[in-house]
């Protein structure tokens, strides 16, 4: 079975630092990997995701992920955040076939400080 | 292009009332999964439907849900003698073909049960 782990249930950063935000997954077939951004009260918005191809993949708002198949990681990143990168941000991992369900981690929430 | 409708975004029902949840996807999107957050954890699959088909309700609990997505209007979600352990955020998300290379989401329902 897949599951997805979020390690860091909270992030605090400063403005224009960079910061990390780490997902590990376990599955015993190939996946398909997602990052998506919630701000509060609101839905779930696609930040990017990785289908194939290369393993750094480049999102909005600056963000970018690292698929990394040895580790099982797909850790996303961002150089410098701004006040507003201030949400919660999930990752999630899903089957190429068979399956359409998405997995979700516990997420992380990114509180970046002024 | 109208994103995934979801309402209302808020409802409040007493224990043992009923809670319907609308879902309208996105323009030309006949795939429709529901999704629950309960608090402090990641979103977790409930159910999929196709236009008048349930093709999947593995993780929809057995007794007091359902769903529905008629030929004519929004998808529904109907809880039954709601308890305090339902208050959560529903999530519906659509996609336009089968498969899970993407699916948008919905701004969610937060249901509170008093």
């Known amino acids: 079975a897949q599951s997805v782990t979020q390690l860091d249930s909270q992030v605090p950063v400063f403005e224009e630092a960079p910061v990390e935000l780490r997902c590990n997954y376990s599955s015993s077939v190939s996946v398909y990997l997602f990052w998506y951004v919630q701000y509060p009260n609101q839905g779930l918005q696609l930040l990017l995701k990785?289908?194939?191809?290369?393993?750094l993949v480049k999102g909005i708002n600056g963000f970018e992920a690292e698929f990394n198949k040895s580790q099982t990681s797909f850790h996303l990143r961002k150089p410098s955040v701004h006040i507003s990168d201030t949400a919660e941000y999930f990752c999630a991992v899903s089957e190429p076939s068979g399956t359409y369900k998405y997995i979700f981690g516990t997420g992380t929430r990114l509180k970046v400080l002024a | 292009n109208a994103g995934v409708m979801q309402n209302p975004r808020h409802l409040v029902r007493r224990r043992g009332q009923e809670a319907r949840l609308r879902c309208s996807p996105m323009?030309?999107?006949?795939?429709v999964y529901w999704y629950r957050q309960l608090p402090e954890e990641g979103l977790k699959f409930m159910v999929y439907?196709?236009?008048?088909?349930?093709?999947?309700e593995s993780g929809m609990p057995k007794e007091r849900f359902s769903a529905e997505f008629p030929k004519e209007g929004p998808s529904i979600l109907r809880i039954q003698q709601v308890v305090r352990g339902d208050s959560a955020a529903y999530f519906c998300a659509s996609s336009r073909e089968a498969g899970n290379t993407e699916a948008f989401f919905g701004q969610g329902t937060r249901l509170t049960v008093v």
């Open positions: 323009k030309g999107h006949s795939h």
């Open positions: 990785y289908l194939s191809g290369s393993t």
């Open positions: 439907l196709q236009k008048e088909n349930i093709i999947d």
